[in-house]
Every structure is written in structure tokens, then in C-alpha cells.
């Protein structure tokens, strides 16, 4: 019998998150106010997020506690196992060891509660006694309303009308741990009421989503916002990930070669990634490589500049690779993979030269996603699978180049819930799109006057 | 605004789930969603169907404007929020 699992003992949980910012060979850019130019200021931020999250959002401290109340809750599913991927290593038949962090054991099934459960625990502990965000899909969404529970907070989610109505699950889910998910555009906000005054069957937008939830944060007693993506904390809260899997690989007395993950917003693949970032920048030499999908090009095309931290333009301007505001990922079947810009500290270590950044069209993660379910068995989240296309080619280089390769990465999310992305994959509904180089500098001309690192 | 591609489906990459054309072209109100052309092109020449389907006073608005809540940034939400307060 084959060893499959690496596991950690309650106990050997990490103890504190590791911050990457402290050990930047540069500094980063600060996040500059849209309004003035300026850098954003704590007191910017004090309307939506509690102090303790907005120190941590600009903390340069190494080494953070993560406090006991969350260790208990991580404990219900953390540490997640260390698998080391047999059946697709034989599949595969390449001269490689593939182990991968599991994150689709968590209740909601995915990485995102690593990071939902802190901002419910600090949001708990500053005196805040309701949460809102907004969801497209209600990945982020779903692990916030867990989270909210586990922390005897009210959760509302606004998720866009059309999403609430036509992917049910993720709604059931949000009610299951009781937070209250509402069709966007609702009758509760200005902003949503705007929109219905001028149009009543609006099937609602993440942009609408987002005003509301911010809206309802700022104008309701003890209510403050959280955000699953992108900004510093989050990726903080992530880097769980990545050091229970350096306990777990020293315990199989090994060092990976390769350490890889998939891009969003970057929190998932930060969280395998930046342990590994430190140890390269004190001497060890492993490639870290980021996937994203080819037609959302943001690391591998873009350049570096100052953009808005998402999709609807409503966070501060952060400097990051980026394609602008105005550009409009193609269609991926990858819900967390929409982001046109990454985290600025992925961007930054894009630019420092300590990732790798890799794209994958949607047939080619597709095809890996499927080989993966049909030898390892669990069903991968859309946006999982670009990561397994980034396995699948680097198991393919280690032959070519007749060396053998360990092989690190994140398996973010299961995608029981996506089963319908399968099924278009599956009936050949998908097409193979590749950014065009004029659609692109096309993009690019958005961010044309906005200032430069 | 009806087109012959209405029914059509694809992937919106905002929010994780299949949406048909017709919801692209109205995302914004009564202008289509920002992200039309680049997630259409692909399929068929979105960009001539527009010109045919909008009006010219329409064209020029979704062509040089963005959807307002995409004007207003995180700070700028807050201080219309405590407007209202």
C-alpha cells in the first residue's frame, strides 16, 4: 500500500499567518485615493472595514497570532490534507511527484473560509455586529455567511438578481448558515431602488451588488463590508495554506520543485505561494508559477500600473498588472478567475521576477479537470482546473527535459455546484478564445493617464 | 432592442454564471454591459450589430460613458452613503 495522505494533527496547526510584506527586497506602492491622488489613509477605509483589519491591511509585521477563537473553527476542517496525486501521476506518466493541499474539505468547499472566518472573528472582536458583501455566483458569498454564523453575526448577502434566480444552490447555502441573501437590485438600498424606479424587472449587475452592500455598511448602525479578494489581509489570512504544506512536506522529508497555484485575485494561489516567496528570498530556488486562464491575460500581457481593485471600480486605486478598468475578461468558465487585475502583492511579486506567471486557454483546463476527476476522483472547481493545466504542462516539460520534478499545488475548490459548467464543456458548447494583441493595447489605452509605479 | 442573438449563451465572467445576449444588452439599464464586445467578438461581429441596434445618441453614450456605479469608487460610495444618512 501506497502512502496517499499527509496529515497534521490538530495540534501542529501554524499559529500565526506569515505576511509577506515584511520581507519585499521593494517596497510596495501604497493605494492611492481615486478623489485626490493621494495615498488612502486608515480613516478612508474606517467606514467599511473595523481598525484591526485595516491595521493588518497595511501591517509590514512578519509573523501575526492568529487568535484561538479562529484556530478552533480552522480546526474543523484544517489541516487540510497534503495529497500526493498517484493516479494522475501514473495517468500522466511523466517523471514527477505531484502533491496537492486539498481546500475543497472545507464546509464550503473551497479555500475562500480561510479568510471569511478571520474578517468574522475581527469584525466580532471591534464590536460589529452585522456584515455585508455581494456575490456573483456565491462562492464568497456562501463562506462569508458560515463565517458570520460561527461568530453569532447578522449576514447579508446581495447577490445579482439573475444569479439569485438561476444558480439556487449557493442561495440555499448562504440560508442554510443563516444570512440573509437578497436579489440585487432590492427595494432596501438607494442605489437598488434607483435602479428599479427606472428599471423594475432589471436582472441587477455586480456593480449594482456592490453599491448596495457598501451603501448598506455605511448607512447601518454597528454594519461594516468585507471584501473575499485582492486586498493584503485576505492574502494574509491565506498563507495557512502554504505553511501547513511545508510542515506536511518535511514531514515526507521532501522540498518541492515547483509550487503552483491558480490566479484570481490572487488569494488562493498567495496563500500556497507566499511561504515558498520567503524561503526564495532567503536562498532557496524553487519556481513558483501563477495560472491564469489566456484570455484573461493579466499577469502574463499586462503592464504594471495603477487600476481599480476590481471589477466595478469601487476599491481604492492599487498599483497592479492590469489590462485597465475598461477591459473585459473574455468568457471563462472560471467564476473566481474573473478578475482583470491580481492582488498587488502577486502583481509586485510578478515584477520582482518571483513568479511565474502561465496561461491557459478554458479547453485546455477543462481537459485537465476532467483527466483529474476521472483518476483522482474529486470534481474540480472551473477555476481549480487552471492550475491542473499548469501540472499537466510542467509534468510534460520534466519529460521533455528528462528531469524528475515535485510538483506543489493548490487545489482550491471542488466544483459540485459547477457541474453546469461541466456539462457545456462535456457537450462542446465551449470555444477556445485567445486575447487578441490589438484587443488588448486597445485596453490598455483606458489606463493611458492614470500615474505610474 | 431585440437581435436575432438574444437566446445565444455564454459564460459572464462578472459573475460566474451563463448569461444570454439579451442580458448583455441591457446589463446597464438601457445600455449594454461595458464588457459587450470583447465577450461577444469572438462569436460574431458584436460591434456592427450595436451600431445597427442603437441609437446614434445611444452608440455614443455606451461608447464614451461608463454605467454610474462603475464611476464611483470605493471612497466616493461612502461619502454618497453618508449623504443619505
Known sequence: ?453 | MKTSYDHKLIRCPKLGDEMTFSYCLHEAGDLPCTRIIPCWQASFDVTALLRGCLAPADLERFAGAKPKDKMTSLIELIENAKRQT
Open chain 1, 1 to 453: 500500500m501506497e502512502q496517499v495522505k499527509t496529515i497534521l494533527e490538530d495540534h501542529e496547526i501554524p499559529r500565526q499567518w506569515y505576511n509577506i510584506m515584511a520581507d519585499l527586497p521593494t517596497p510596495m506602492k501604497p493605494p492611492l485615493h481615486p478623489g485626490t491622488g493621494q495615498p488612502v489613509t486608515a480613516q478612508d477605509l474606517a467606514a467599511i472595514f473595523p481598525m484591526n483589519i485595516i491595521e493588518q491591511e497595511v501591517s509590514s509585521q512578519r509573523w501575526i497570532d492568529i487568535p484561538d477563537e479562529v484556530l478552533q473553527k480552522y480546526l474543523l476542517w484544517r489541516p487540510s490534507p497534503l495529497y500526493r496525486a498517484r493516479n494522475f501521476e501514473k495517468l500522466l506518466g511523466c517523471p514527477v511527484q505531484i502533491y496537492y493541499k486539498n481546500e475543497g474539505v472545507s464546509p464550503a468547499g473551497s479555500h475562500k473560509p480561510n479568510a471569511a472566518i478571520p474578517m468574522a472573528y475581527y469584525n466580532k472582536a471591534a464590536g460589529t455586529k452585522r456584515i455585508t458583501t455581494e456575490t456573483g455566483a456565491g462562492q464568497w458569498g456562501s463562506a462569508l455567511s458560515m463565517a458570520c454564523q460561527m461568530f453569532d453575526l447578522v449576514c447579508r448577502v446581495y447577490m445579482v438578481k439573475v444569479s439569485y434566480e438561476q444558480k439556487p444552490y449557493r442561495r440555499m447555502m448562504m440560508n442554510t448558515w443563516g444570512a440573509e441573501c437578497l436579489a440585487s437590485p432590492s427595494t432596501l438600498t438607494q442605489a437598488g431602488r434607483n435602479v428599479l424606479a427606472e428599471h423594475p424587472d432589471s436582472p441587477g449587475s455586480l456593480g449594482i451588488a456592490i453599491s448596495e452592500a457598501i451603501e448598506d455598511a455605511v448607512t447601518s448602525k454597528d454594519t461594516k463590508y468585507a471584501l473575499g479578494s485582492v486586498l493584503n489581509h485576505v492574502l494574509l489570512y491565506q498563507s495557512i495554506i502554504g505553511l501547513e504544506a511545508q510542515k506536511q512536506m518535511q514531514k515526507l522529508g521532501l522540498y518541492p520543485d515547483v509550487v503552483m497555484g491558480c490566479c484570481g485575485g490572487g488569494s488562493n494561489f498567495a496563500g500556497i505561494a507566499t511561504p515558498y516567496v520567503c524561503d526564495n528570498i532567503h536562498g532557496k530556488q524553487v519556481k513558483i508559477v501563477g495560472a491564469e486562464p489566456t484570455s484573461c491575460p493579466s499577469m502574463t500581457k499586462g503592464p504594471f500600473a495603477y487600476d481599480f481593485g476590481d471589477l466595478a471600480k469601487t476599491t481604492p486605486l492599487l498599483p497592479m498588472y492590469t489590462l485597465g478598468h475598461d477591459y473585459i475578461p473574455a468568457p471563462i468558465h472560471a467564476g473566481g478567475l474573473r478578475y482583470h487585475g491580481m492582488a498587488p502583492i502577486v502583481s509586485h511579486l510578478v515584477r520582482e521576477k518571483f513568479i511565474e506567471p502561465r496561461a491557459y486557454d478554458q479547453m485546455k483546463t477543462f481537459e485537465a479537470g476532467v483527466k483529474w476527476a476521472r483518476s483522482e476522483g474529486f470534481i474540480p472547481a472551473p477555476e481549480t482546473n487552471h492550475v491542473l493545466a499548469a501540472v499537466v504542462d510542467e509534468a510534460m516539460r520534466a519529460k521533455e527535459e528528462g528531469k524528475e520534478k515535485i510538483i506543489l499545488f493548490n487545489w482550491s475548490g471542488h466544483g459540485l455546484v459547477d457541474l453546469a459548467s461541466y456539462d457545456a464543456y462535456l457537450s462542446g458548447k465551449l470555444q477556445a478564445y485567445e486575447l487578441p494583441d490589438e484587443e488588448i493595447q486597445k485596453a490598455l489605452l483606458a489606463i493611458k493617464d492614470f500615474p505610474k509605479p
